[in-house]
């Protein structure tokens, strides 16, 4: 199996987008034959099916998957999705790239997805519940603090993770809220991990701004997603001075140059759910903010949405990839030839939130607290530590930044399995 593209199993633009990638790092570093397809193949996946008992007593049957891809450096983490669009391919992308992130940010974890197939928003609150509980509950005997340890997504949030862990730890017999993360703080939860993803984003924009000499009030930043890490990351940059001019969400956007009151548009989707009408600025589309004029573009949302069409017409400085995987393969190739253009790979930019996960994770085996000023400062310090690691992979190597956060994931990773062997 050593041309994981024709793989029968995860046919998707997002995978094979996934296995490119991983193709081009392991070329770049000459990862040798013996690793390669254990290192870049998913070590499991499980499918199934979620039949929930709607309001009106109708049994509906749902679809759900769990891709675990890696195990060699410790337990498999990442999160699950409810999406209308998911699919095992796009799991199995995911997935892959957790490993990577995981291992770029220095995390005893390996790399994991979940999805399940449905629109949250068409779902009552007991419905929602059911579905969340019947997921985690059909996974039981392949997840656990020291296997599998899911956590929030698109679709999905705090008060899911909630009923996960009560669902897995009534299984158990005892409180075991190790078992996801992204929890209410009233369970284990940490705290800083609702803004840990969007507030790394910020952290690591405000870096490279510095490195740039481009005061951060002088900022203008366009955000395209406004969901969990797209309003954090909003929140954060203008806490630290920046200028928000533009925001969206799948009903569409708003641009003001003046600048967004982030607090206003986070309280008006806390109350309709969407940005739909906030007013606030003029009325713009989710494919007219890509290509605003600023000076950092934060795709959010989901992937593939800077592509080979828009990534010649984008006009930002930096571009911080708060999405996973929002640039095409094509399009990073256009991106490599506009060096006025920094890129702030995924892997790395949208790191946070899986690093206070694994504070979230430490302080639930040790039953031991720690003040979100802790949390945020420690984040900080293992931000600062993979940034530092790839700048100097970078310039050792010639490499882009994205191939230098990858290559640098994807090596510890085969480290890993070249250490531990081939069992039995």
Same mark, same amino acid.
């Given at each position: ?6 793989? &029968? ?10 296995? &490119? ?5 392991? /070329? ?74 995981? %291992? ?33 509950? *059909? ?46 703080? %009233? ?17 690591? +924009?405000?870096?490279?701004?510095? *490195? ?6 002088? %900022? ?24 928000? @001019? ?25 109350? !309709? ?22 000076? @950092? ?22 571009? %911080? ?21 920094? +890129? ?5 930019? !949208?790191?946070?939130?899986?690093? +206070? ?14 003040? &979100?000023?802790? @949390? ?9 530590? $993979?940034? /530092? ?15 230098? $956060? ?13 250490? &531990?062997?081939?069992?039995?």
């Amino acid at each position: 199996m050593n041309q994981h593209h024709n793989s &029968r199993l995860y046919q998707s633009e997002v995978f094979r987008m996934a296995c &490119r990638q991983f193709d081009l790092a392991a /070329d770049a570093i000459n990862l040798s034959s013996e690793v390669r397809g254990r290192t870049k193949y998913p070590r499991r996946a499980i499918a199934f099916a979620l039949p929930v008992r709607r309001d009106d007593g109708r049994i509906q049957m749902f679809e759900g998957y769990r891709v675990q891809h890696s195990l060699a450096t410790g337990p498999s983490k990442g999160g699950v999705r409810f999406q209308q669009d998911v699919t095992i391919g796009e799991v199995a992308a995911l997935a892959m790239w957790m490993s990577w992130k995981c %291992a770029l940010a220095g995390l005893p974890f390996g790399g994991a997805k979940g999805g399940v197939v449905v629109d949250p928003r068409t779902l009552s609150p007991g419905e929602l519940e059911r579905l969340s509980r019947r997921y985690i509950q *059909e996974i039981i005997p392949f997840v656990g603090p020291d296997i599998d340890i899911p956590a929030p997504d698109v679709g999905t949030n705090e008060q899911v993770m909630g009923w996960m862990a009560d669902t897995y730890s009534n299984h158990v017999g005892h409180l075991e809220p190790a078992v996801v993360t992204g929890k209410p703080l %009233a369970i284990g939860g940490s705290a800083g991990r609702r803004e840990a993803t969007g507030h790394g984003v910020a952290h690591l +924009v405000h870096a490279h701004l510095q *490195e740039l000499g481009i005061p951060i009030t002088e %900022a203008t930043v366009a955000i395209q997603g406004f969901g969990n890490v797209g309003g954090e990351t909003a929140l954060a940059l203008a806490h630290l001075g920046a200028r928000i @001019v533009a925001i969206s969400d799948y009903t569409g956007g708003i641009h003001n140059s003046g600048g967004i009151d982030v607090r206003k548009a986070l309280e008006y989707t806390a109350y !309709n759910k969407v940005l739909h009408d906030f007013g606030g600025g003029e009325p713009i589309t989710n494919a007219q903010l890509l290509e605003l004029d600023c000076t @950092v573009l934060a795709p959010c949302a989901l992937e593939r949405v800077i592509t080979e069409e828009n990534a010649p017409r984008l006009r930002c400085r930096i571009l %911080a990839e708060g999405a996973n995987g929002p640039t095409t393969n094509a399009a990073d190739k256009i991106l490599e030839r506009r060096p006025e253009i920094e +890129v702030i790979p995924d892997v790395l930019c !949208n790191s946070g939130g899986v690093i +206070v996960s694994y504070f979230e994770w430490i302080q639930n085996r040790q039953s031991y607290y720690w003040s &979100r000023e802790e @949390v945020l400062e420690k984040l900080h310090r293992q931000l600062d530590q $993979a940034r /530092d690691a790839v700048e100097r992979q970078r310039r050792k190597m010639k490499f882009s930044r994205r191939l230098a $956060a990858l290559t640098l994931g994807i090596q510890r990773v085969a480290d890993a399995k070249l250490a &531990r062997g081939l069992f039995p």
